[in-house]
């Protein structure tokens, strides 16, 4: 299949999208199934996986009701609350690894002190995730990546996902902090990356495929395609690109490789880590 392998569904208020701001006007409104819809048909992509932007139960309730009314859904990376509810958090998981669209959960620990990560409530809670084979998708920002490794370190069953690449920087060419701690987390074999969110970490959003190609390569050359999937972040992409830009710029980036290493980045990363059915 041909997936996106992340994206994002809403309905605006400025209280519960707070994140958006003023700045990022093009995408205070609301995003529903019907809209991603057509940018998946002209793209021949086979449907997404919608992740989380709301750290609540009712997001991860309200998107799992859109997958089951919107058949373009074809996984679910919702939030629970990690290390806030003790042992209650297996009973949670339960309930949602029960529902087959659901894969697997999001904290946003960019947002969070580097001491976080080594909570024990919160790494009790993802040892939990991995005994249900659920994913965690990792969002951190690129200084972040050494406190992630010690994190990934503590959960090697666990399939994990780096979101966007771990938010580098991108102006000129890529960091060498960056690259060097991009390819320590690689050599984690129970790690996958997403090569999403690029756009909007262009400064001012001026991108272009020609700036952009060097952070696909080293994550390319970090993780191999089997590893690496291709993800929209559609609708905040469009801050910066419109879907069918973004998605012809990875295309190209592809086209070098075999088949079978384009067709695995393209979506049968996304379907083999997230275990969707085809």
């Known amino acids: 299949m041909r997936i996106d392998a992340h994206q994002h569904f809403w309905r605006y208020t400025a209280a519960e999208y707070g994140w958006i701001d003023e700045g990022?006007?093009?995408?205070?409104?609301?995003?529903?199934?019907?809209d991603l819809a057509p940018a998946l048909a002209a793209a021949q992509l086979d449907g997404s996986v919608a992740v989380q932007a709301r750290?609540?139960?009712a997001e991860t309730d309200w998107l799992l009701a859109l997958g089951e009314s919107f058949s373009l859904i074809q996984g679910i990376v919702g939030w629970v609350p990690l290390a806030a509810e003790g042992h209650a958090i297996g009973r949670i998981l339960d309930r949602y690894a029960s529902q087959r669209r659901f894969k697997g959960v999001?904290?946003?620990?960019?947002?969070?002190p580097d001491a976080y990560f080594a909570d024990p409530g919160f790494n009790d809670a993802l040892q939990e995730v991995a005994r249900r084979g659920l994913t965690y998708d990792l969002l951190v920002l690129a200084r972040q990546l050494?406190?992630?490794?010690?994190?990934?370190?503590?959960?090697?069953?666990?399939r994990i996902v780096l979101d966007h690449l771990a938010k580098p920087v991108v102006q000129g060419p890529p960091p060498r902090e960056w690259r060097r701690d991009l390819r320590e987390l690689a050599r984690r074999p129970n790690v996958a990356c997403k090569f999403s969110g690029v756009v909007t970490e262009v400064p001012g959003g001026r991108w272009s495929a020609d700036l952009v190609r060097p952070y696909f390569e080293v994550a390319l050359e970090a993780f191999g395609p089997d590893r690496l999937m291709f993800g929209s972040d559609w609708p905040v992409c469009l801050v910066a690109a419109d879907y069918a830009g973004w998605l012809a710029a990875?295309?190209?980036?592809?086209?070098?490789?075999?088949?079978?290493?384009?067709?695995?980045?393209?979506?049968?990363t996304a379907t083999s880590?997230?275990?969707?059915?085809?």
Do not use: C, K, W
């Not at 990022?24 to 019907?34: E, S």
């Not at 999001?106 to 969070?112: G, T, Y």
């Not at 990875?250 to 049968?268: H, K, S, T, W, Y």
């Not at 880590?273 to 085809?278: S, T």
């Open 273 to 278: 880590v997230y275990r969707l059915a085809p």
């Open 106 to 112: 999001r904290h946003v620990l960019q947002a969070e």
């Open 24 to 34: 990022m006007g093009a995408i205070r409104r609301d995003f529903l199934p019907p």
């Open 146 to 158: 050494p406190a992630s490794l010690s994190l990934v370190d503590r959960h090697p069953t666990l």
């Open 55 to 57: 750290q609540s139960l």
């Open 250 to 268: 990875v295309e190209r980036f592809v086209q070098p490789l075999a088949p079978d290493e384009r067709n695995a980045l393209m979506g049968g």
